[in-house]
C-alpha cells in the first residue's frame, strides 16, 4: 500500500523568504501523481501544484516549485517570496495511475502548518 | 457554477442520532469522494463513486452508508453516531476516474457528536 510522508508537522518563515516543505511517499508503481493541497483556515482544499511521475521536469505554478526526486521518493514543495496569504496547512497527496475505483483515492500526509512572520 | 456545495457547514448530534451530510456539485464530474480529517492523521477515504448508481468503500467506510442517485448528489449517511464520528467531512468530485484529473473539494462541514 501507498504511503505518504510529511515529516514536518510545523514550520514558520519570514515574510519575502524561501520555504521548502518536505514530502516523502513509498510506492511499488512506476506511474504515479502527486499534488500539493493548501488548506487555509477557511478549511478550503485548495490545489496547488501537481506532478506526473513520469516528467522529468519539476513542476512549476507561479511562486510555487516542486523538487521530485523519483529515485528518492521525495517531492518537497518551494514557496518563494513567501506572502501572509500562503500561511495554512499544507498536505502533500500521492494519486494512482491506474484508472477507475479505488486507485482514483487520494493518500494524503498528515500535513504541515505554515506560518508566515511578518 | 457552484462547484461542489457541502451542507451543512457546523452540526452537532447526540451519540446514536442519524444524520445525512449533503454534497453536490454542479460540474458533471462522474467521480465523486468523501473524505474525514482528524488532527494529525490527515485526509481518509470514506466511501467514493463512480458514476450514478456505483458506489464502494474507502479506507473507512465503517458507520457510513453512501448512494449515488444522480450524477449531482452524493449524500454521506451516519447511521447510529458516535463519538468517534468526530471530525471534519470533505466531498470532493472530480471530471473522470483518469488519476490525473484534480479533485475539486467543498468546503467542510464540520461535525461533533457528543
Known amino acids: 500500500a501507498q504511503t505518504v510522508t510529511q515529516s514536518q508537522p510545523e514550520m514558520s518563515v519570514q515574510e519575502a523568504e524561501t520555504v521548502t516543505l518536505s514530502c516523502t511517499y513509498d510506492t511499488s508503481e512506476s506511474d504515479y501523481y502527486l499534488f500539493w493541497y493548501k488548506q487555509p483556515p477557511s478549511r478550503q482544499m485548495i490545489l496547488v501544484i501537481r506532478?506526473?511521475?513520469?516528467?522529468?521536469q519539476n513542476a512549476t505554478e507561479n511562486r510555487f516549485s516542486v523538487n521530485f526526486q523519483k529515485a528518492a521518493k521525495s517531492f518537497s514543495l518551494k514557496i518563494s517570496d513567501s506572502q501572509l496569504g500562503d500561511a495554512a496547512m499544507y498536505f502533500c497527496a500521492y494519486r494512482s495511475s491506474w484508472s477507475g475505483g479505488a486507485t482514483n483515492k487520494l493518500i494524503f500526509g498528515t500535513g504541515t502548518l505554515l506560518a508566515v512572520q511578518p | 457554477n457552484a462547484g461542489v456545495t457541502q451542507t451543512p457547514k457546523f452540526q452537532v448530534l447526540k451519540t446514536g442520532q442519524s444524520m445525512t451530510l449533503q454534497c453536490a456539485q454542479d460540474m458533471n464530474h462522474e467521480y465523486m469522494s468523501w473524505y474525514r480529517q482528524d488532527p494529525g492523521m490527515g485526509l481518509r477515504l470514506i466511501h467514493y463513486s463512480v458514476g450514478a448508481g456505483i458506489t464502494d468503500q474507502g479506507e473507512v467506510p465503517n458507520g457510513y452508508n453512501v448512494s449515488r442517485s444522480t450524477t449531482e448528489d452524493f449524500p454521506l449517511r451516519l447511521l447510529s453516531a458516535a463519538p468517534s464520528q468526530t471530525s471534519v467531512y470533505f466531498c470532493?468530485?472530480?471530471?473522470?476516474?483518469?488519476?490525473?484529473?484534480?479533485?475539486?473539494f467543498g468546503d467542510g462541514t464540520r461535525l461533533s457528536i457528543l
Open positions: 470532493a468530485s472530480s471530471y473522470s476516474g483518469l488519476s490525473n484529473q484534480p479533485q475539486h
Open positions: 506532478q506526473e511521475a513520469y516528467k522529468q
